[in-house]
C-alpha cells in the first residue's frame, strides 16, 4: 500500500462547472412558479498547463514510490546479510547451515529449487551438499564426491568459468551446441529458468550457488542473478566459516573419543598392576 503521503500526492482536483436549467416556459411566453429549477455539476478536463502539472507529478510520484522500493529492497538484502553471517556460528550442524541459507535466499528471490554445491579444487570433485527439486526423484547422494570432468551440466560449466550463468532456453541451446552442457546428462524436466554463481572464498571457488524455475509465471530477471551473486559472496564466506567450525567440533569429537579410550586403558592397567602386587 502506498504511503499516506503518495496518496495525498496523487489526489488530484478537477475543475467543475455548475449549469442552472430550468423547465420550459408555457406557450404565450409566461413562465409559471411551478417551473422545475435544478442545478447538475459537469466534470471538464483540465486544462493544457494543468495537464502539464498533472503529467510532471504522476512522474515525480512513479519516482519517490521506485525509490522508496529500493530503498526496501536495500533493507531487506542488508538484514540477510546479517542473518548469513550470524548463521555460520549459530547453525548446529551443516545441514542445518544450509538450510538456513536456502530460507535466507528464499526471502529475496523465487527458490523453491535450490542448490548448494561444494567444490574441492585439489581433488577437483564436486558434492551437492544441498539439493532441493521440485521435479527431481532422484536427487544426488549427499555424500557423493563426484569428478568435476564426468559433470555435463550447469553447475558444471559454473565451476569451469568461475562466471555466473543465467540460463535462459536461448543459453542453453547455445551451450549444447558448443559441448559445455550435455542434454541427455542433465536429464528429467528442463528448467524454464537456472540461476547459478560461483561460490568464492579467498580467492579458490568453494563451490556454486544456484535456483532454478520451471514455473512461467514465476521467473528471474537479470538483475535477480546480479543479487544472487552479490550474496553468494557473502554466503562464500559464511560457508567457509561454518565448514571450519564443523571441523572443529569433528576434532573435538575425535579427541574426547580418544581421551576416553586412554583412560579406560589406564585404569584397566592399573587395576592389572594391582592384581599383580596382591598376587
Given amino acids: 500500500p502506498r504511503s499516506p503521503i503518495l496518496q495525498l500526492l496523487t489526489t488530484t482536483q478537477r475543475s467543475s462547472r455548475i449549469l442552472e436549467v430550468s423547465s420550459a416556459p408555457p406557450i404565450g411566453g409566461a413562465r409559471q412558479s411551478s417551473g422545475v429549477h435544478f442545478r447538475v455539476t459537469v466534470d471538464e478536463p483540465p486544462a493544457a498547463g494543468e495537464a502539464t502539472e498533472l503529467a510532471d507529478a504522476r512522474a515525480r510520484i512513479g519516482e519517490l514510490e521506485e525509490r522508496e522500493a529500493q530503498h526496501a529492497r536495500s533493507e531487506n538484502v542488508q538484514a540477510a546479510l546479517y542473518r548469513i553471517a550470524d548463521t555460520a556460528a549459530a547453525a548446529r550442524d551443516m545441514p542445518s547451515f544450509y538450510s538456513s541459507i536456502h530460507e535466507i535466499v528464499g526471502e529475496l528471490i523465487y527458490a523453491d529449487n535450490f542448490v548448494i554445491a561444494l567444490y574441492d579444487e585439489a581433488r577437483q570433485r564436486v558434492n551437492f551438499a544441498f539439493f532441493l527439486d521440485e521435479a527431481e526423484t532422484e536427487p544426488p547422494d549427499a555424500n557423493e564426491w563426484e569428478p568435476l570432468q564426468d559433470l555435463k551440466g550447469a553447475t558444471a560449466y559454473v565451476l569451469r568459468t568461475g562466471k555466473p550463468l543465467f540460463l535462459d532456453w536461448e543459453t542453453f541451446?547455445?551451450?549444447?551446441?558448443?559441448?559445455?552442457?550435455?542434454?541427455?546428462?542433465?536429464?528429467?524436466?528442463?528448467?524454464?529458468?537456472?540461476?547459478?554463481?560461483?561460490?568464492?572464498?579467498?580467492?579458490?571457488?568453494?563451490?556454486?550457488?544456484?535456483?532454478?524455475?520451471?514455473?512461467?509465471?514465476?521467473?528471474?530477471?537479470?538483475?535477480?542473478?546480479?543479487?544472487?551473486?552479490?550474496?553468494?559472496?557473502?554466503?562464500?564466506?559464511?560457508?567457509?566459516?561454518?565448514?571450519?567450525?564443523?571441523?572443529?567440533?569433528?576434532?573435538?569429537?575425535?579427541?574426547?573419543?580418544?581421551?576416553?579410550?586412554?583412560?579406560?586403558?589406564?585404569?584397566?592397567?592399573?587395576?592389572?598392576?594391582?592384581?599383580?602386587?596382591?598376587?
Avoid: C, M
Avoid at 187 to 209: K, Y
Avoid at 213 to 237: C, K, M, N, S, W
Avoid at 242 to 253: G, L, M, S
Fill in 173 to 279: 541451446d547455445d551451450l549444447v551446441a558448443k559441448g559445455e552442457i550435455d542434454k541427455d546428462a542433465v536429464g528429467g524436466t528442463l528448467s524454464e529458468l537456472w540461476l547459478g554463481t560461483p561460490l568464492v572464498a579467498d580467492g579458490h571457488t568453494i563451490g556454486v550457488l544456484a535456483v532454478q524455475t520451471y514455473r512461467t509465471d514465476r521467473t528471474y530477471e537479470p538483475a535477480d542473478l546480479d543479487l544472487l551473486t552479490f550474496v553468494g559472496q557473502h554466503i562464500a564466506t559464511a560457508l567457509s566459516r561454518a565448514r571450519a567450525i564443523e571441523e572443529t567440533r569433528q576434532r573435538n569429537a575425535e579427541l574426547a573419543v580418544i581421551n576416553e579410550i586412554g583412560t579406560a586403558l589406564a585404569e584397566q592397567l592399573d587395576f592389572d598392576a594391582i592384581v599383580d602386587l596382591v598376587g
